[in-house]
């Protein structure tokens, strides 16, 4: 016992390793050992990296603890396998080695993106969404959360890379047991059928699947004696890779949940042919079977002409099985002699898609949501003051304010990042329980029980982000539009969405305010660019509403225990009538001054010069020359040169003055909020994407990267020769990603997106 708690422990160390480092550089720099029983595997003996397997043990426990099994006892157990949670949400920027533990097709040490081990995740972070690990009757704290965004995140790039399976594998067998059983990772038929077309089209052979092209493994030219291939090596496997039965028998198991009745009977004649007999003479399915040395060449002339042999490993007798194909051969014959019933293979009914699932009882969210054509995306219009409130009224638009709701509360999305926080957290394990990530649209449209109180998040679009985007009305009133038809797609889970959209004062001065109201006269007509909208007082919309209970935090020590709401802004004069009356940002502009005349100035000059420039912009900028000699912390004019440009840059914001606003953003190094899964949303639809200024050294971005890999990236590459397009091509990163999500056939032909 005490071996196998040392095995567990480690596990969790390496877990939380795994947390605290990016995760593309986990399979190079981590030792992730794999326990079977107490024999740990190093990375030496074991391509580590594969989400999918983590993923599939997700997903057979909730279908095992479905059936009425009992396999979890303790806290420590329920923790474990919420950070194991943790862990799978990000699959869809972690290259890893996939189900044939090669990598990339060159079998050169290299992880990639795959399709299969995206949708592996996806499957298993929405079996485990809600579910109780005690069993129906378990507590409350047995329960796992999964955060609905990063879920959907890994749903978007799965789908965008089928039918491929990576960069470097157009079609790959793997795919088939991701789309079928066991994971059911697609219920779009179109995806569904053309993936497997696809397979069957370039794959089947007469003994088996390939399982990609060009896979030397096991074949009789591939060197036993090395780890990895040559440059090159992959072609000479053409047209001679080993077929494995294996696939057959997932075709099987797929004919059987589609009702496909010839296709089951097509695959089993040709699985009939390829059986071999043990010593009791019972059915034994070989591994794979490949062509003999000596017959290599004339089948690479003549693809399917020569005769295959099967491998050592399944044919019977003295030799150990292959136990895959035997426990698949065995599904696939119960089920076929009705036996096996799918649903009793299928206890969470994974097959069905989630609005024909049956209902889950409890109080925890599920994704068992109505089909997104019936879909009624709730809104709640938050006015930060009384005088806003009084002031909106009188077009006719209808808001509340926070004092209003009461005793719901209104929470910024960032408190809700420190309650998940204590999610997971196990001192005896080590495990420090969720990354601070930020919770995304389809998280706030949730309300939720915390401690007794019930609340309500405002999305990231409201946040005050120290990035300047916020600060645009157009953008904003263009993000709001964005963000409701992202949750009208996507919302699965059961009760309503509910957006709550906040309306601060100094939205009104903006010159473009009109646009805004214009967009709310849309929602009082129940309809926005084709969505389904209701508009209401947030007490009428609760009983619909998607409601989270987070019941783990009633084992958080109360003392650890601090959020703060929204705060109703307070005035002794409540009354602007129209917005006529409300004072609009002022217009500015004034001339740059020549920095190249101060670069070699004493310090005391450049002092000077700050004290008698009249513009902002001029400010700015000699404020820049002072933070590139001196530092950020160099005290001048009664504050640091840091405050100083923090000022300026809140100031400018204010003004609308961009120029100024983008400079001194770009000085002070900030990033654009999530820049990371817009540079993904490029990558995985096969683009890559360079930035740097023309005529300098350009950064190519071709594998997912952190949020602070990034932005060193950015602030080496770019300022140095250009303070503004160092935010500038920020902006056009982020609108790229945006882009080609929703119309990828507009960067149809291009290869690579040089921003510069």
């Not at 993106?113 to 929405?126: F, P, T, V, Y």
């Not at 960032?414 to 389809?442: C, D, I, M, T």
Request: with cysteine.
């Amino acid at each position: 016992m005490r071996g196998i708690l040392e095995c567990w422990i480690k596990q969790a160390d390496k877990l939380e390793q795994f947390k605290k480092t990016q995760c593309n550089k986990f399979a190079l720099h981590c030792k992730f050992h794999l326990i079977k029983g107490c024999q740990v595997l190093t990375d030496e003996e074991y391509n580590h990296l594969q989400i999918d397997v983590v993923s599939l043990y997700i997903l057979f426990l909730v279908q095992m603890i479905a059936s009425g099994l009992q396999i979890i006892y303790t806290q420590d157990e329920v923790a474990f396998i919420q950070n194991l949670v943790y862990y799978v949400e990000r699959a869809y920027r972690t290259p890893d080695y996939g189900m044939w533990e090669r990598g990339s097709k060159y079998n050169n040490g290299n992880p990639e993106i795959h399709a299969s081990s995206i949708g592996m995740a996806k499957s298993a972070l929405e079996a485990v969404n809600g579910c109780n690990l005690f069993g129906e009757k378990g507590a409350s704290w047995s329960v796992i959360y999964v955060d609905i965004d990063a879920h959907n995140r890994n749903r978007s790039i799965f789908e965008t890379l089928l039918p491929r399976e990576s960069s470097s594998k157009g079609v790959d067998a793997a795919l088939i047991p991701t789309i079928s059983f066991p994971a059911f990772a697609t219920h779009e038929e179109t995806l569904y059928t053309k993936t497997k077309a696809n397979i069957e089209r370039r794959l089947k052979g007469s003994h088996g699947f390939k399982r990609f092209g060009r896979d030397g493994y096991k074949t009789a030219l591939e060197d036993k004696n090395r780890r990895y291939y040559t440059l090159g090596e992959t072609k000479e496997f053409e047209n001679i890779e080993c077929e494995w039965p294996m696939v057959y028998l997932f075709m099987i198991i797929d004919g059987m949940f589609k009702n496909l009745p010839d296709q089951v009977e097509t695959y089993r004649d040709l699985l009939k042919a390829l059986m071999t007999k043990d010593d009791n003479g019972d059915p034994c399915i070989p591994m794979y079977f490949y062509i003999p040395e000596e017959f290599v060449e004339m089948e690479r002339q003549e693809p399917g002409s020569q005769p295959r042999l099967p491998s050592s490993e399944g044919s019977g007798c003295t030799e150990p099985l292959y136990l895959m194909n035997q426990a698949l051969f065995i599904i696939a014959q119960l089920l076929t002699a009705d036996l096996l019933h799918i649903n009793e293979l299928d206890p969470i009914r994974r097959y069905l898609p989630s609005y024909n699932r049956p209902r889950r009882g409890g109080r925890y969210s599920a994704f068992q949501g109505t089909a997104a054509t019936d879909l009624v995306v709730q809104i709640v219009l938050m006015a930060e003051s009384m005088r806003l409130q009084a002031m909106m009224a009188t077009y006719g638009i209808q808001t509340q304010t926070p004092h209003e709701v009461e005793p719901v509360q209104i929470w910024s999305s960032n408190e809700l990042v420190k309650v998940y926080q204590h999610l997971g957290v196990n001192k005896k394990l080590k495990l420090s329980g969720r990354p601070p990530r930020p919770v995304g649209a389809l998280g706030t449209s949730k309300v939720y029980r915390v401690c007794g109180m019930t609340v309500l998040c405002y999305p990231l679009i409201f946040e005050v982000s120290e990035f300047y985007l916020y600060r645009d009305m157009a953008l904003l009133i263009d993000d709001i539009k964005t963000e409701l038809q992202f949750v009208s797609r996507y919302w699965r889970l059961s009760g309503r969405p509910t957006v709550c959209l906040l309306i601060r004062e100094e939205h009104m001065r903006d010159p473009q305010f009109k646009e805004m109201l214009d967009l709310m006269a849309m929602f009082k007509k129940g309809n926005c660019d084709g969505i389904k909208v209701r508009i209401g007082r947030l007490q009428n919309l609760i009983n619909s509403s998607c409601i989270e209970h987070l019941d783990f935090m009633h084992m958080v020590d109360s003392a650890d225990l601090e959020f703060s709401q929204l705060n109703q802004v307070q005035h002794d004069y409540i009354g602007y009538q129209s917005l006529t009356d409300v004072p609009k940002a002022l217009t500015y502009k004034e001339d740059s001054i020549d920095l190249s005349f101060y670069e070699d100035r004493p310090l005391y000059d450049v002092i000077d010069a700050i004290r008698g420039a009249q513009g902002i912009f001029s400010k700015c900028q000699l404020f820049g020359l002072l933070l590139k000699r001196e530092g950020p912390s160099y005290e001048c004019l009664g504050n640091t040169v840091e405050d100083h440009l923090t000022a300026l840059y809140n100031l400018a914001g204010t003004m609308r003055y961009w120029r100024v606003v983008r400079y001194s953003s770009s000085l002070l190094h900030y990033t654009v909020d999530s820049i990371s899964p817009f540079i993904t949303a490029v990558l995985v639809n096969g683009k890559q994407i360079a930035v740097g200024v023309i005529g300098q050294k350009e950064t190519v971005f071709d594998k997912p990267m952190s949020p602070a890999e990034i932005r060193s990236v950015i602030y080496s590459t770019i300022q140095p020769y250009d303070v503004i397009q160092a935010v500038l091509q920020q902006e056009i990163v982020l609108y790229c990603g945006r882009l080609i999500a929703t119309n990828p056939d507009m960067f149809n032909g291009i290869l690579k997106i040089r921003v510069g």
